[in-house]
């Protein structure tokens, strides 16, 4: 499918042209861009690097300043159980987010999962006598 394309309004036209007459703005522009290129070239993009540096970012910025008086003790367990606190700080805040059903909603899907469990030992055993059976017959 062809996608419409919209016509500029004459103000940004005009700006178009204007940029394009002025050599030392276009110039400018170029330059930035080559050297936010020639920086980017030499750093890789990846999901991992920006994964650790959001890691690096979050711990720096959750790490407590460690004053004279806090005791050895709670330094030992901010150390050790820090970072499992954050854990369950952020399971808090998303089970939170959870849409949890209603009584009626859990009761009737229990219901319901019971009486298939059911069909189906029934239908099981059936097959299993069945079964059972046309080997006796056979032996």
Known sequence: MARLQKKKPAAKKKKARQGAEDGSSAENRMKAS?????????????SEG?????????????KKPSTAGQSAV??????????WIQFLREVKIELSKVT????KQ?????????????????FLGAVDIGLSSLVRLIL
């Open 100 to 103: 949890w059903p209603s009584r």
């Open 106 to 122: 859990t009761i009737g899907s229990t219901v319901v999962v019971i009486v298939f469990v059911f069909l189906i030992a029934l």
């Open 74 to 83: 709670l330094r030992l367990v901010d150390r050790y159980f820090g970072n």
């Open 50 to 62: 920006i994964r650790e540096k959001k890691q690096k970012r979050d711990l720096s910025a959750s």
């Open 34 to 46: 080559s050297a936010q290129s020639a920086k980017g070239a030499g750093e890789a993009v990846t």
